[in-house]
């Protein structure tokens, strides 16, 4: 028993790629815009918490804003599956009924977080489209995450970008 518990310890114990999700941890003032074609709209504002959730396992994140001009809140949570060995998120928010997924790993020197999933783009019609999310740690105060509509091609694909800056007090 004892030996199946080490094993098990490996699988459920949090480790040094929980503690690297720490750097989210705090309040934040954020910016999102879109861009559609050849002209990104303005950004607009809105506010994001990130919260240890379940042990140092999972980091949950909740944002409030507005996207071409609708009032929205997401819901995510963020975390490290020892046994995928990698990082995995999902998300949920008020514009719509999907649930989003995506998992992936950090970039070789630990400033990016590049995850893959699919989503369903109810106003297109298209099930299971291939989404890439780049988590860009510029600095301690400033989180770029990009949202990458893969099939539209190999270049120009970055249709979302949120921006996050740490918020004064916000640690």
């Known amino acids: 028993m004892a030996e199946v518990m080490k094993l ?3 699988f ?6 929980h503690a690297l999700l720490g750097r989210l941890i705090g309040e934040w003032d954020a910016t999102i815009q879109i861009t559609m074609g050849p002209n ?23 944002f409030s804003g507005s996207m071409m001009g609708m009032p929205m809140t997401t819901y995510s ?7 995928k060995q990698s990082y995995v998120w999902t998300a949920i928010g008020s514009l719509d009924t999907t649930m989003t997924h995506a998992e ?5 020197d630990g ?4 995850m893959y999933g699919t989503l369903d783009e109810y106003l297109t019609g ?29 270049e120009n694909t970055k249709v979302i970008e949120l921006r996050y800056t740490r918020a004064k007090g916000g640690r």
């Open 77 to 83: 949570w963020l975390g490290y599956d020892n046994f």
């Open 40 to 62: 990104p709209a303005p950004p607009t504002k809105g506010k994001a918490t990130f919260a240890w959730k379940v042990d140092g396992r999972w980091v949950e994140g909740s």
């Open 111 to 114: 400033e990016s977080l590049l």
């Open 104 to 108: 992936g790993d950090l970039t070789p």
């Open 126 to 154: 298209e099930h299971d489209k291939m989404v890439k999310y780049a988590w860009r740690f510029i600095s301690e105060d400033e989180i770029v995450v990009e949202v990458h509509d893969l099939p539209i091609g190999e």
């Open 12 to 17: 459920t114990a949090p480790g040094e790629q």
């Open 8 to 10: 098990a310890a490996k």
